[in-house]
């Protein structure tokens, strides 16, 4: 089972910037898990769950239309570690941003995540 740290996140002016970061790890403390594909999720009051910005084992990425340009993903500080770069914050993007990983290649090309986090808020208000 791997386990998902969120850190990062706050609160930003718009056109601000925040940065989340996500490390996996087993719950035993085993083997570093490397999954195929993690990346991050947000709630926003009132929408459904939109999956934002993942990174795949292949070397591809996956950004929602709303992101790109603003949002990067990329590895922090290891193969199991996650960071996204928000920049040009709306207000928009306020919500609460969960990292989401599997391990499974199959899992992650039908969108099944089975590893989540505890959610970073991120809050862009003047």
């Known amino acids: 089972q791997v386990q998902l740290v969120e850190s990062g996140g706050g609160s930003v002016q718009p056109g601000g910037s925040l940065r989340l970061s996500c490390a996996a790890s087993?719950?035993?403390?085993?083997?570093?898990?490397?999954?195929?594909?993690m990346g991050w999720f947000r709630q926003i009051p009132g929408k459904e769950r939109e999956k934002v910005a993942i990174?795949?084992?292949?070397?591809?990425?996956y950004y929602a239309a709303s992101v790109k340009g603003r949002f990067t993903i990329s590895h922090d500080k290891g193969r199991n570690t996650r960071a996204l770069q928000m920049n040009s914050l709306k207000p928009e993007d306020a919500g609460m941003y969960y990292c989401?990983?599997?391990?499974?290649?199959?899992?992650?090309?039908?969108?099944?995540?089975?590893?989540w986090g505890q959610g970073s808020q991120v809050n862009v208000s003047s």
């Open positions: 087993t719950h035993t403390g085993g083997t570093t898990p490397n999954p195929f594909c």
């Open positions: 990174s795949y084992g292949d070397g591809s990425t």
């Open positions: 989401a990983a599997d391990l499974v290649r199959a899992n992650c090309l039908r969108n099944v995540f089975e590893s």
